[in-house]
């Protein structure tokens, strides 16, 4: 049974660029959240995504975004890249849709974003 | 707002001797609480969680956690660390609608 698959595992990127960030989350599960993770702190919530739509948002500017497609896999985008984007992105997916609220994540292994 | 203190960066441990990871959570209701381990350049594993009743949890690979209201804490332990737990701990709160607030984390180094 395939987990959750994060794509690519590592990125080099420009200030000032743009990067996508993509996403297939476990077999049967059908919301995916986004996670940065930077250097010696703890995962921080981005954002979440469920029937293909935002469902909450953490302190993150518009310059992230993100999209849910139809077979529940997921991409971030980060416009305009800072020096301080630099991290391990973590994809997580759920199941939603029974309506429990057992925060049964799946963590994907990462996407390590450096901008240099 | 819901927030999560893990007040030891690092922690050593001697292989064989047992392990405490402490944890102060802040949040209004009844929280969920987590504990989840990373190896480098791996994503989060699932420890054990707590939700409601027994206060005593157990877990995956021998870890247990103790939930206590009145501190506010929700400490992880092993009574025998082994040198492949060596890793980074992280405590993690849940915060509505399946969204997460973690701490800053544990590295436990563990010595021969």
């Known amino acids: 049974d395939a987990g959750v698959t994060q794509s690519p595992t590592h990125l080099i990127k420009t200030r000032g660029q743009q990067v996508t960030l993509r996403c297939s989350p476990k077999?049967?599960?059908?919301?995916v959240s986004w996670y940065q993770q930077a250097l010696g702190q703890g995962p921080q919530f981005i954002f979440q995504?469920?029937?293909?739509?935002?469902?909450q948002r953490g302190n993150f500017p518009d310059r992230f975004s993100g999209h849910q497609f139809p077979n529940y896999s997921s991409e971030l985008n980060v416009n305009a890249l800072l020096l301080g984007d630099s991290a391990l992105y973590l994809c997580?997916?759920?199941?939603?849709?029974?309506?429990?609220?057992?925060?049964?994540?799946?963590f994907g292994s990462g996407t390590r974003l450096t901008v240099v | 707002a819901q927030s999560v203190t893990q007040p030891d960066i690092h922690i050593t441990v001697s292989e064989g001797a047992s392990l405490e990871l402490r944890c102060n959570y802040s949040?209004?209701?009844?929280?969920?609480l987590f504990w989840y381990v990373q190896s480098p350049g791996q994503g989060l594993q699932l420890l054990l969680k707590?939700?409601?009743?027994?206060?005593l949890v157990q877990g995956i690979k021998g870890f247990e956690a103790e939930f206590k209201r009145s501190q506010s804490s929700f400490n992880l332990r092993k009574p025998s660390v082994h040198w492949s737990d060596a890793a980074e701990y992280f405590c993690?709160?849940?915060?509505?609608?399946?969204?997460?607030?973690f701490g800053t984390g544990t590295r436990l180094l563990v010595s021969p």
């Open positions: 077999s049967g599960h059908d919301t």
């Open positions: 949040y209004g209701a009844t929280p969920y």
């Open positions: 993690a709160v849940g915060a509505g609608f399946q969204k997460l607030v």
């Open positions: 707590y939700f409601s009743g027994d206060t």
């Open positions: 995504y469920y029937e293909e739509e935002e469902r």
């Open positions: 997580a997916s759920s199941l939603l849709g029974t309506g429990t609220l057992d925060y049964g994540y799946t």
